[in-house]
């Protein structure tokens, strides 16, 4: 029997095998990194808003949090958001990740900011919400939209 050797070495398989994990490697990331772009980026004011309402009542902070405009008070309010959901209990929450969002009304103020009323199936309390345009997409201005009460 014959030993066949096809000219490679040891290290030269090494070497191919590490280079294969690599561009695998690189070509996934490559791929995840195009994808969550895609997904993060609302094209128009009514998907903005419904992302960020979707996400949080889904309890998908992670999400969420990409829809809104940065800015201290804003990351106040959605931290205030976040915590009102936490306190739910299980039941709680299964019911608001079941509901479906109601758009009452949507109104466009000018080029770069749209105002809507909305509601959801479980609690059906009409709120209102302002979107704006942004390089990254339309986010919800959370001061706007969730105001904070004064003391």
Wanted: aromatic share 10%; net charge negative.
């Amino acid at each position: 029997m014959q030993d066949a050797n096809y000219g490679l070495t040891l290290a030269m398989f090494k070497n191919i095998k590490a280079t294969l994990v690599l561009f695998i490697g690189l070509s996934a990331l490559v791929i995840a990194c195009n994808s969550s772009s895609d997904e993060m980026k609302a094209d128009n004011a009514l998907d903005g808003g419904r992302y960020f309402i979707e996400n949080c009542m889904q309890g998908d902070f992670s999400k969420a949090k990409n829809y809104f405009l940065a800015s201290p008070q804003n990351q106040a309010i959605f931290d205030s958001i976040s915590a009102h959901y936490f306190l739910l209990d299980k039941e709680g929450r299964q019911q608001l990740r079941l509901a479906s969002i109601q758009i009452n009304e949507i109104r466009s103020i000018d080029p770069t900011h749209t105002s809507f009323d909305y509601q959801n199936s479980l609690d059906k309390i009409a709120q209102k919400m302002m979107v704006v345009s942004t390089p990254e997409g339309w986010k919800v201005d959370l001061e706007y939209s969730f105001p904070q009460k004064t003391k």
